[in-house]
């Protein structure tokens, strides 16, 4: 039985996470300085709000995390994650897989185009998470302070 691999660079929630990380900092930072050219009142929550609201960012999931979540979604009919974030996320990717399966592709291989190709409505990221994880990256001067957010 021949396995399926992903990308070696692309392996690991580390690297998926820093993806994730990255994309949502440069996202941020160019509504960010949108708001401050257009003078928009509290630029910060402005822009945090609209990028979380509409980015488009890679999926942030390990292809071997994602395969076991997708079969055990595609044989009990039911999500083993936590969370409404999580939950969404994961029903959207599961969505996009299950459409290239209907197209006669097997769940290995649509899962690795959608996790390599496709790109998510938003960014699925908690207002407590992008404080807890992301607030240095949020950070582009000293004036703002994560409390506002």
């Known amino acids: 039985m021949k396995t399926h691999t992903f990308p070696a660079a692309a392996v690991g929630h580390t ?3 820093r993806r994730r990380d990255k994309e949502f900092s440069q996202y941020y930072h160019e509504v960010l300085r949108f708001m401050k050219k257009h003078r928009v009142k ?3 929550r402005q822009a945090l709000d609209y990028a979380l609201a509409t980015g488009s960012p890679h999926y942030d999931v390990d292809f071997d995390y994602a395969y076991r979540i997708m079969c055990a ?3 009990r009919g039911s ?3 936590k969370g409404e974030v999580r939950k ?3 029903l959207e990717l599961a969505g996009k897989v299950q459409e290239l399966m209907q197209a006669g592709v097997g769940v290995a291989p649509a899962l690795e185009f959608v996790l390599e190709h496709g790109r998510a409505s938003h960014f699925f990221i908690s ?3 992008v404080r ?3 607030g240095k990256l949020l950070q582009p001067s000293r004036q703002y ?3 506002s957010l």
Do not use: D, E, Q
Request: with cysteine; aromatic share 8%.
């Open 132 to 134: 807890a994880h992301l």
């Open 79 to 81: 999500l083993p994650v």
């Open 73 to 75: 979604h595609l044989n």
């Open 88 to 90: 969404a996320l994961w």
């Open 42 to 44: 509290n630029p910060a």
């Open 127 to 129: 207002r407590s998470n």
């Open 145 to 147: 302070n994560l409390g």
């Open 15 to 17: 690297y998926c996470r």
